[in-house]
């Protein structure tokens, strides 16, 4: 039998914590593509590929979307989010990536962003 990868039951205490203390950009973002609102496809938050939790993952285009704060600006989180990236790419998942401020100030070009990778 295959390994399960996605939502492992283990990770799903840190990812119900993920949920329940998003941070602002998270938030935002959140109200603009739940419930479909983004040509009809389903997001989902805080889904776990393997030991990584993605801040928000649409299954039928196996795309993920993730939100960058001041954390991923150092060499350290740098480093990270490129491990994280090409270990998610290698299972067949596409990484787009926004910073918070992008959220906040084009909001419009963030959705836009997105619907090129669903298609």
Known sequence: ???KLNNIP?????RRKLRNHMTAAEVALWVMIKNKQINGERFLRQYSVSHYVLDFYCPKYKLAVELDGAGHFTDE????????TEYLNSVGIRVLRFENLEVFNYPGQVLEEIKKYLR
Not at 10 to 14: A, Q, T
Not at 77 to 84: C, L, N
């Open 77 to 84: 989180g740098r480093e990270y989010d490129d491990k994280r």
């Open 10 to 14: 283990d990770m799903l205490p840190f």
């Open 1 to 3: 039998m295959p390994e």
